[in-house]
């Protein structure tokens, strides 16, 4: 789905249900809802990193973690590009957000703004033709260790810290004249993977989250045109990339869990990372899947509200037929749920319920979604019998009390308030308990 028309639309289509402005939460810069040329909030955040001293040189010798980034201003022709540090050794933490999850924002902005970006234009279908940039930089993306890399640009590079809550942070960029690249190890799944020219993107995908390979190493590689059918092997910008590769593994995993078993009763997981508050809810339902977003005054997206901003995107059984409105972190968070029920071989409806409080003061990209869901589904859930018992503990751990959370929610309503044909079939014991203040009808 392209970019709303207006913030009246969404909040006329439900996207939106919390009064006030909340346009800074739904758009996240994507948009330029406000009617603004550049959003204000990340002019804010750029504005804390713009007198950084930059890299002064016209060549730059570093470990790249390895990063690559591929740029989507220009499309179909594009900015292609490695990722490289003034520093040697083991760099991997610099761009492996699977090892972020006891960081705090200010290391991770701190090790990603010495992270230059070279960028050398291409065309997107040129994967195989576009010079020994193109291919170093393909290398590295497949790569599987830190490699020594040695970039010559045409200037200086400069910028601030980029920032996007899509894509990780990374710091000043500058065009590439040349790239030398040490020698590499390279991922062997991710290189037989490359080799055939018969297996499609999709199937490639796949392949190797089940045989174990890290998301952000698949989301790296597609990004290059490193799977799919030979002739048809294209660049993808990074930030499509990430979505990409959620998006594949998620539906791949519902074409089973949608089928298995209930579980047995409701469970709560939990997690605070970054200053943001996690609560992940698995009912004993067929597959629904919602993720609700609350941003504080003061907090990335929610900077001069006076109120706290709520957003959701939600599917039923049958999936959804537009883009999520919420953006990437929809479907990281669907993907990571679903690995659990995956393991569990188990079928659920799933709300997630996301606080975001002041301590979260700038974008740092969907990985920090994906992976703090998955920190909270490898803790020890909470099991509970009825929905109220769930609301009973959400209240002790959120600041947002339990009604608010419904009328922002279109599964959690969906569930209290439809009558079904089981609930004719149910003793009154059995029935859903109402919540404080409310009445199941």
């Known amino acids: 789905m392209g970019a709303p028309d207006s913030f009246s639309q969404l909040m006329a289509d439900g996207s939106v249900r919390q009064s006030g402005d909340t346009r800074c939460a739904v758009c996240k810069g994507r948009y330029l809802m406000c009617g603004k040329e550049r959003c204000p909030v990340l002019v804010k955040y750029h504005a804390i990193t713009r007198n950084r001293p930059a890299l002064d040189g016209m060549e730059l010798d570093g470990a790249s973690p390895p990063g690559v980034f591929i740029g989507r201003y220009g499309y179909p022709k594009v900015m292609v ?45 040129n994967v195989e033709g576009g010079g020994r940039i193109v291919d170093q930089t393909r290398e590295l993306a497949m790569a599987s260790d830190p490699g020594e890399s040695l970039a010559e640009f045409d200037r200086k590079p400069f910028g601030r810290l980029s920032l996007d809550d899509e894509v990780q942070p990374f710091g000043p960029s500058a065009p590439l004249r040349s790239l030398d690249v040490g020698n590499l190890k390279i991922d062997q799944r991710i290189d037989r993977a490359y080799s055939d020219t018969d297996l499609k993107s999709v199937e490639a995908v796949v392949a190797l989250h089940k045989a174990g390979t890290m998301v952000s190493r698949i989301q790296k590689a597609f990004s290059v045109g490193a799977f799919g059918l030979g002739k048809n092997r294209k660049f993808v910008p990074t930030r499509w990339s990430i979505t990409a590769v959620d998006d594949i593994l998620g539906k791949d995993m519902l074409k089973r869990t949608k089928h298995y078993p209930l579980i047995d009763g409701f469970r709560v997981y939990d997690c605070d990372a970054l200053d943001n508050r996690w609560s992940v809810i698995f009912m004993p339902t067929m597959w629904r899947y919602e993720l609700i977003e609350a941003w504080f005054p003061k907090t990335v997206w929610n900077p001069y509200g006076m109120d706290v901003a709520i957003c959701s995107s939600h ?100 569930l209290i308030y439809q009558r079904r044909i089981e609930d004719f079939l149910q003793t009154k014991g059995d029935k859903l308990e109402a919540l404080p203040g409310e009445e199941v009808v």
């Open 81 to 125: 590009g490695p990722l490289i540090p003034p520093d040697h050794g083991n760099t991997a933490v610099m761009d492996t957000p699977e090892m972020w999850r006891d960081i705090n924002i200010e290391k991770i902005v701190e090790f990603r703004s010495r992270l230059v970006r070279g960028m050398h234009r291409v065309e997107v279908t």
């Open 315 to 414: 599917e039923f059984y049958d999936g959804r037929k537009t883009y999520a409105e919420i953006g990437g972190c929809y479907y990281a968070a669907r993907m990571a749920v679903n690995e659990l029920l995956e393991r569990e071989r188990r079928q659920a409806g799933v709300v997630i319920l996301s606080e975001s409080h002041p301590g979260y003061i700038m974008p740092v990209g969907v990985w920090n979604v994906r992976e703090n869901v998955r920190n909270a589904l490898r803790q020890k859930p909470s099991s509970y019998i009825t929905l109220r018992e769930v609301f009973d503990h959400v209240s002790k751990r959120m600041e947002i009390p339990p009604k608010r959370w419904i009328n922002n929610s279109g599964i959690l309503k969906d």
